[in-house]
């Protein structure tokens, strides 16, 4: 696979898409981030985007995980103390799940966002940020009367965070988007570069098939999942023999295949016996999709492949917290 089409391979949308091609044309030393808010346990929604900073740090771009330890203090989710364990046992799982511990840089915000040159930067950018502009950048604070001031700093910190951590592409799931907006046109404002952006899709519900699959709603997968656990929990998924399933819903056993599964591993059997047929074997996502969607792969089989495989995805950042946790 070229550079180009392993930073974009799953990703729903970067803005902008030359920028992105200029990047991928010239990859070394390159700087691209996520940034997480500590919390305690990875769930699949973290490994997502951290399956597209493998990709690129295969590409050979230099990943820099952000631990957002002042942004989840900002956002209520404890004090300090509390947010920086958390943060090492994230840094700890990530590691175990496959980020190269040497060619990744872990950063705690508190490290540069304390300093005088981005206060006094953040400063100026509340100066020139309506509460309206700030608001409409955190989707989820929409129509809410309880957010907070802290919420309103959140966006334009992260903004910041652009251009003091030396990045040339910042990586998020598709509900990063707005935030991404807002640095795209504050960046400049203060004389600094643009920077393009990279989105990771979003699951939808295991269960409906509905929406996104969440960890305060709905069920998720985590690490903390015993292999029973997340047997149980995929073998109760939603996967009708279709990519399109009607209206609004998705075949969420299929998105886990395209977006967890074959990004990290060559080949996916199936295992059958004889009697059905015996064991399948592929190394592509279009291929086992295609198989679902004629009858050849009979959804439950597809089900019990997936626990098997998300079971192996997931069993070394288990292993790693029970370690933590004894
Ligand atoms: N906003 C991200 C966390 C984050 C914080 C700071 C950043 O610079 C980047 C990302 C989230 O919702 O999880």
């Known amino acids: 696979m070229d550079t180009y089409d392993l930073i974009m391979r799953n990703a729903e949308e970067v803005v902008t898409d030359e920028e992105v091609r200029d990047l991928a044309a010239d990859p070394e030393g390159k700087r691209v981030y996520v940034g997480y808010e500590p919390s305690g346990v990875l769930h699949l929604g973290h490994l997502l985007t951290a399956n597209k900073l493998i990709d690129l740090q295969e590409a050979g771009l230099d990943v820099v995980v952000l631990l957002a330890d002042v942004h989840a203090y900002l956002n209520g989710k404890g004090s300090f103390e509390e947010i920086r364990e958390t943060a090492e046992q994230m840094k700890a799982q990530f590691i175990a799940y496959g980020l190269e511990e040497d060619a990744t840089e872990f950063v705690y915000g508190s490290e540069f966002q304390l300093e005088e040159d981005y206060t006094l930067d953040l400063h100026e950018l509340e100066l020139s940020t309506t509460m309206n502009r700030a608001q409409r950048a955190m989707a989820e604070l929409q129509g809410d009367e309880t957010a907070k001031v802290s919420h309103l700093v959140y966006p334009l910190m992260q903004t910041l965070d652009i251009e003091y951590l030396d990045l040339d592409l910042a990586v998020g799931g598709l509900d990063q988007r707005k935030v991404h907006m807002l640095a795209r046109e504050k960046l400049p404002e203060l004389d600094y570069e643009v920077r393009p952006c990279l989105h990771t899709p979003i699951v939808a519900d295991l269960t409906t098939g509905e929406g996104k699959m969440s960890s305060s709603e709905g069920v998720t997968i985590s690490m903390e999942d015993s292999t029973a656990e997340l047997e149980e929990k995929v073998n109760s998924a939603f996967c009708p023999p279709t990519r399109d399933p009607e209206g609004d819903l998705e075949n969420p056993v299929l998105e886990l295949f395209e977006y967890h599964v074959f990004p990290r591993f060559d080949e996916i059997v199936v295992e059958r016996p004889e009697k059905y047929g015996g064991d399948l074997t592929y190394e592509a996502y279009e291929t086992l999709a295609d ?32 370690e933590l946790r004894n």
């Open 291 to 322: 198989d679902l969607e004629s009858g050849e792969l009979h959804p439950a089989d597809a089900k019990g492949t997936l626990a098997t495989y998300l079971d192996e995805l997931i069993a070394p950042g288990r292993e790693k917290l029970r």
